[in-house]
């Protein structure tokens, strides 16, 4: 008996003094936390939540409906693999489409690579955008190159209008599928995805946690398997401000010229002037592009079976 009280803490949202907690329904039981030194910015625009704070350890930190986007000290180990796996996996892309990705981090890393010629962005939210520029310089960097246009739109319609056959990379750039990005998840996008790549181009999109979300990885891989008639992989890197510390990316390519993903033919790391205009690289390199696809066996068995 005695029925001992339970207090709940005063504070169940996301800000509890002096710490950010980041609490989802997406992972239930468990909060990754860190020191708030200062908000800076809160806002509400149509779509989301924005917020962006000083954090104590991890610099800037951008924020949307509670949902950690990027970090300045992490958000290299996101930006570079997300970009550079699709792109140094084909010779010469020219034509490049990002879906997301308001931030600019990925424009920042297309923008390294001197054979593309387009980078067309299609990004849900201006208010995004806007705090990118004010707020995180050293990502937003990625909207000064001449080669970028910008749309703010919703990126399933945008696609849905693409021309046939365009682009030879597709960087899907998106948060969670609670919300805005629900339907960058579901098999009509990646099918309009599909349409709009050239024979034997390739696509990268966020694909979640191998530890949290196996399920959604699972519905992801049958999906593509189905639309994609070159090759379907999933990778995966080490970003330690995500919840579970891991992010993966599918990476698919479209009928057409075979595209091993596993062995890069277009090396960006030495490259002059991506160094010259960005800085060197801080994660990405041919080897860890080839490790990215080693799978631990318990999610090996479930991709591969898909
Ligand atoms: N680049 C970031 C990083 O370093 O981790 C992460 C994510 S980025 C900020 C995700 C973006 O996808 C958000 O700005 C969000 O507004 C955008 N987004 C969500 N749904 C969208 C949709 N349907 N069409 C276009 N953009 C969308």
Not at 26 to 45: D, N, R, T
Not at 168 to 175: E, G, L, N
Not at 178 to 196: D, H, Q, T
Not at 276 to 304: M, Q, R, T
Request: net charge negative; aromatic share 10%; charged share 20%.
């Amino acid at each position: 008996g005695g029925g001992e009280m339970i207090k709940e803490p005063s504070c169940m949202s996301s800000v509890i003094p002096g710490w950010f907690s980041e609490m989802s329904p997406m992972w239930p039981g468990e909060a990754h936390s860190l020191k708030v030194e200062k908000i800076l910015f809160q806002g509400k625009s149509d779509y989301q939540d924005v917020i962006v704070f000083q954090s104590a350890t991890y610099g800037k930190v951008l924020v949307l409906d509670g949902v950690i986007q990027l970090t300045e000290r992490d958000e290299c180990a996101y930006q570079e693999m997300i970009t550079h796996l699709p792109l140094c996996s084909i010779s010469n892309p020219k034509k490049v489409l990002v879906i997301g990705g308001g931030d600019g981090g990925v424009l920042r890393e297309v923008a390294r690579h001197s054979s593309v010629e387009q980078i067309d962005i299609c990004e849900i939210d201006k208010m995004v955008v806007d705090v990118s520029k004010q707020y995180f310089p050293k990502v937003a960097v990625g909207y000064e190159d001449p080669r970028v246009n910008l749309l703010i739109g919703d990126g399933v319609a945008f696609l849905k209008n693409a021309a046939e056959g365009t682009y030879d990379a597709v960087i899907v750039d998106s948060s969670d599928p609670i919300g805005p990005a629900k339907e960058l998840f579901e098999k009509p996008f990646f099918e309009s995805v599909n349409g709009a790549l050239r024979p034997g181009g390739v696509v990268c999109t966020q694909a979640e946690s191998l530890w949290l979300h196996m399920d959604i990885i699972e519905d992801i891989v049958s999906n593509c398997r189905e639309i994609f008639k070159g090759s379907v992989n999933y990778a995966w890197t080490s970003v330690p401000t995500y919840p579970s510390g891991v992010i993966g990316f599918m990476l698919c390519s479209s009928e057409g010229p075979q595209v091993d993903f596993k062995k890069p033919v277009n090396p960006i790391e030495a490259d002059e002037s991506s160094v010259k205009s960005f800085g060197p690289l801080k994660f990405y390199n041919a080897e860890i592009h080839s490790a990215a696809f080693c799978l631990p066996s318990f999610a090996k068995k479930v991709i591969d079976s898909k």
